[in-house]
Structures are given as C-alpha cells and as structure tokens.
C-alpha cells in the first residue's frame, strides 16, 4: 500500500509539471519505478503506458476550450507517428550512456534558449505554412517522434519548442498540442509496441495512471488560467533540471 501511495503522489506531481511545460514526467516518474525495484525495460514500458493518461486528462481539459485546429493537429500526429514507429525498432540500438548524455545537453540548450529570449512564445504569429516550411517542420517533428519512441524523458519539451520556434505558436497553445497528440497519441504508440517487448508491473498501474489523469487535468487548468508567462517559466524551469539530470546522472 505505501509503494502504491508513493507512486500516486509521485506521479500526481510528475505530470501536474509536465501539463504546464509540455513534458518531462519521465523526470520523476521513472526514476521512481527504478527505484522501488523494477528493471529498465519494465519500468519504461510501464511509465509508457501510464505517461498516456496524463495526455487523457490534458485533453479532457484543453479540449473544451475549443482553439485547437483539426488540421494543424492531423499535422503533427502524422509528422511524428512513423517516427515514434521506428523509434520503439531501434530502441536497443542505442548505446543508452551516450543517448542520455545527448539528449540530456539538447534538453539543456532548449531551456537556456528559451531563458535568453524573454520574448520567445508570449504572443503567437502564424509563420512557416507554406509547403517548404511545412516540410521542414515535418522532418523536424518525424526525428523528435524517433527520440519519443526510443527513450523516455523530455521529449515532449522538444516538440512544444518547436511548435513555439517554427510556427510562432504561443507556448500555452503549443503544449496543449504537445499534451494531446503527443501525450495521448505519440505515447499511446510507443505504449503499445513496448508492452508487446517487455513485460509490464500491471498491479502498479492503477496508481500511476490516476495520479497521471489528475495531474494532467490540474497542470492543464492551470496553464490555461495563468497563461504563457507561467508555461514559459516551467517549461525553463523543466529542460534544465531534466538535461543536468540526464547529464550527470551519466
């Protein structure tokens, strides 16, 4: 009952945070399955699994305020699902030392990035629609779908930039894309190929994925009523935790 209780607090935390800055319960959501006892493999394919419930109650929240476009959204799932695909197929083809430690200095240089433009996603401008910039985007998003797929912590934090840089989204629209079609659909893929390669703590389950539905609902309604300022600030505060985590934690 005390592991259970662990787990429910801890992801209640994990993706409250990461509803707000558009990624990042990896953070503490794994570490914690790691912790209590349970190998690599099955710990991330359990955190997979319940890492889509925290995209079930960001919809659930995002959805109603009805600002959200249907094709700009068709967009981005289809742009990174083959990606998450190949992803999950490579996943052991990744030396995981070197793989952390890349993707921990990425996660890193988004945050200070974001931290050095105080401008950066507080007012939204529709830029790069055209077909070059679509396809650009698209490629971007597709190479992002393939770190979503094959490791576990930050990703999500990738896309809301992107969103924000490449097509001049504002950052609470940005992660609200990322919640939903990343969190719910990218997540929902890459839950389903790695359950059929490892096995999953199922018992664990119940408790991770309710505090994921409470905390994306929370972090989403939060965002929503305290705006980009807020979001943008998370999202900082997030990528320089998660990349000096993934770094020294190498």
Not at 139 to 163: E, Q, R
Not at 164 to 180: E, K, M, N, P
Request: charged share 10%; net charge positive.
């Amino acid at each position: 009952m005390s592991e259970l209780l662990l787990l429910f607090v801890v992801s209640l935390l994990a993706n409250l945070l990461s509803a707000l800055a558009g990624g990042g319960a990896g953070l503490l959501q794994l570490p914690a399955l790691l912790h209590l006892g349970l190998p690599f493999a099955i710990a991330l394919a359990t955190h997979k699994i319940a890492s889509v419930a925290l995209g079930v109650g960001a919809t659930l929240r995002h959805w109603q305020t009805g600002q959200l476009n249907l094709k700009f959204s068709a967009f981005i799932l289809l742009a990174g699902l083959p990606g998450v695909w190949l992803g999950t197929q490579i996943i052991v083809s990744i030396p995981e030392l070197w793989a952390k430690l890349a993707l921990g200095i990425l996660t890193l240089a988004l945050g200070l990035y974001s931290i050095f433009k105080p401008k950066l996603g507080l007012n939204p401008q529709r830029i790069h629609r055209d077909t070059m910039g679509l396809s650009i985007g698209a490629t971007v998003l597709f190479v992002i779908g393939i770190l979503n797929g094959s490791l576990t912590s930050g990703t999500g934090l990738f896309v809301t930039l992107w969103l924000v840089r490449w097509f001049g989204l504002d950052f609470t629209r940005a992660v609200s894309y990322t919640l939903i079609l990343v969190g719910l659909f990218w997540n929902g893929l890459g839950a389903i190929f790695l359950a059929q390669q490892s096995p999953v703590a199922w018992t664990w389950l119940p408790a991770l994925i309710v505090g994921s539905l409470l905390g994306g609902y929370l972090g989403a309604h939060w965002a929503l009523l305290q705006g980009n300022k807020l979001v943008k600030r998370s999202f900082e505060v997030l990528t320089i935790i998660i990349g000096l985590s993934l770094i020294f934690k190498n």
